[in-house]
Each structure stands twice: as C-alpha cells, then as structure tokens.
C-alpha cells in the first residue's frame, strides 16, 4: 500500500459492518492462505450469487481475487507515523485514495518508480 502506507507505519483497524465499507476505504482480510491483507476497497461484485469485495494495492496493476464477506476483519481507521497519528478521514488520506482509483495510471507509475528503486539498491 506505498506510499500511503511505509514501512514502520503502525495500523490500526477496527470491525465494522459491511454496509460502512466505502469506495477507498483500506480493509484487512485474510486470503483462502491464511494471509493478512490491507488493500484499498474498490466495489462489489457478484460471485456465485454472493456478492464480494473487489480490492487492490495502490502500487498493484490488477484486483486482488475477490473477497467473500466471512474472509473481511476490518478497516483502517487511522496510521501511526513517526509518533504522528494519520486518520484515514482526514482530506489528504481521502484525496489520495480517491485520485488513486480514478487514475490507474498513478498505480503504474508507482510501480515503475518501485522497480527502479529496488533495483538500484541491489
């Protein structure tokens, strides 16, 4: 979730109801793996007559697979940075998120910009 979300941030999350998940809202769920995820909400989709969370990263170029209501634990609701609190409701949190999903090509600029900072530090 870079550059929302850096190394050392400190997360927290809270259960909440499916009917108080937005567009852009970051959730935590776990994969069919047993992995925990924290990705942004995208929308709903239908699968097998159930509907599920469609998510994704805001440095990945596709969707996650989508989510089933039973695999969802939370969403953020704010970040710990450098003793700073960051609400997730504050205007910068919310305008990023937003400019992130209308622009998908904001993604795949972060993650050229990724591949080049990794590979010079290798």
């Not at 599920?52 to 969707?63: E, F, M, P, S, V």
């Not at 989510?67 to 609701?77: E, F, R, T, Y």
């Not at 993650?111 to 080049?116: D, E, G, Q, T």
Request: charged share 20%.
């Amino acid at each position: 979730m870079y550059p929302f979300i850096k190394k050392g941030d400190i997360c927290r999350f809270v259960s909440t109801e499916a009917a108080n998940i937005k567009k852009g809202d970051i959730i935590l769920f776990h994969t069919p793996h047993g992995n925990l995820v924290a990705h942004r909400f995208c929308r709903l989709v239908t699968r097998n007559e159930r509907l599920h969370y469609l998510c994704k990263g805001d440095t990945n170029l596709a969707h996650d697979e989508a989510i089933a209501l039973d695999q969802l634990i939370g969403k953020m609701i704010w970040i710990r940075r450098n003793e700073r609190i960051i609400h997730v409701t504050n205007l910068a949190a919310y305008v990023w998120g937003q400019t992130v999903l209308s622009f998908p090509v904001i993604s795949l600029m972060l993650r050229v910009y990724l591949n080049r900072r990794e590979s010079t530090q290798v």
